[in-house]
């Protein structure tokens, strides 16, 4: 569950990579140089960085009904981000995604559409919007909309609303999309807690031959199973491929 991740630049699976920062004793050999040691470290920052492609798999596949990334709520098998989200089992839908590339009136029209989105039950569900997850490419769009004082699309200076909203600017390069947006709601409500990472082997070292060297290395190993369970508490808004 990634409720308590860290998400921000290519850190949101920060939290569960504190299992990858090996020690000597772990390694369960002699290494008088520490060489090993080091190495196993180095490997480690990039064994998260292979998680945080897993997490940024969720977002760069939201429009996706097949494998992983598919919805199935009350037997209707659904997107990540649609115009057609199902409520529980009430024969309703709801949407979270907004047509248009991101600017000051799709970016609202995201925050309506969430705190106006409906639980399972159908009960307002009351969610505040927090987190605004872009791509490096909409970064300082999305400053330009969110941080500045004035109103960025008027000419009289009004005060800009968004502003006052408190959103959390996030880059995260991994996104494919170069204008798909994601506006999220806060970490205690989501996190999302519908986009999970089911650890099925736990970090593990291991050193092996290389039959190529006659050399030993050494590896990490780990298996997890991402997986999309449910909708609320995100609202996208840009152009995405549209998956079969």
């Given amino acids: 569950?990634?409720?308590?991740?860290?998400?921000?630049?290519?850190?949101?699976?920060?939290?569960?990579m504190k299992c990858t920062n090996f020690s000597e004793s772990e390694l369960?050999?002699?290494?008088?140089s520490g060489a090993i040691v080091r190495v196993a470290n180095t490997r480690g920052?990039?064994?998260?960085?292979?998680?945080?492609q897993l997490c940024a798999s969720f977002l760069n596949n939201a429009t996706s009904t097949s494998g992983d990334y598919g919805i199935n709520i009350a037997g209707t098998t659904t997107a990540l981000v649609s115009t057609t989200q199902p409520i529980g089992d009430s024969g309703s839908t709801q949407s979270?995604?907004?047509?248009?590339?991101?600017?000051?009136?799709?970016?609202?029209?995201?925050?309506?559409?969430?705190r106006k989105?409906?639980?399972?039950?159908?009960?307002?569900?009351?969610?505040?919007?927090?987190?605004?997850?872009?791509?490096?490419e909409e970064v300082m769009n999305a400053w330009q909309i969110t941080y500045s004082k004035d109103e960025p699309e008027s000419a009289n200076r009004n005060d800009?609303?968004?502003n006052t909203l408190g959103l959390q600017?996030?880059?995260?390069?991994?996104?494919?999309s170069t204008t798909g947006c994601f506006l999220m709601a806060d970490k205690s409500d989501v996190g999302t807690k519908g986009l999970r990472l089911e650890v099925k082997e736990m970090p593990s070292m291991r050193r092996i031959l290389d039959t190529h060297?006659?050399?030993?290395?050494?590896?990490?190993?780990?298996?997890?199973?991402?997986?999309v369970i449910d909708y609320l508490g995100l609202v996208s808004t840009g152009v995405y491929r549209d998956w079969e």
């Fill in 96 to 114: 979270n995604r907004v047509s248009g590339n991101l600017d000051k009136t799709s970016l609202n029209q995201a925050r309506i559409l969430m």
């Fill in 160 to 162: 800009n609303y968004i």
């Fill in 169 to 176: 600017v996030i880059e995260w390069p991994l996104l494919s």
């Fill in 45 to 52: 920052a990039h064994f998260k960085q292979k998680l945080d």
């Fill in 117 to 136: 989105m409906k639980d399972h039950d159908g009960m307002i569900a009351n969610y505040q919007a927090r987190r605004l997850v872009v791509p490096s």
């Fill in 28 to 32: 369960n050999c002699a290494d008088l």
């Fill in 213 to 227: 060297t006659g050399n030993f290395v050494y590896q990490i190993r780990m298996i997890l199973y991402p997986g």
């Fill in 1 to 16: 569950d990634l409720r308590n991740a860290n998400l921000r630049h290519t850190d949101i699976s920060n939290a569960r």
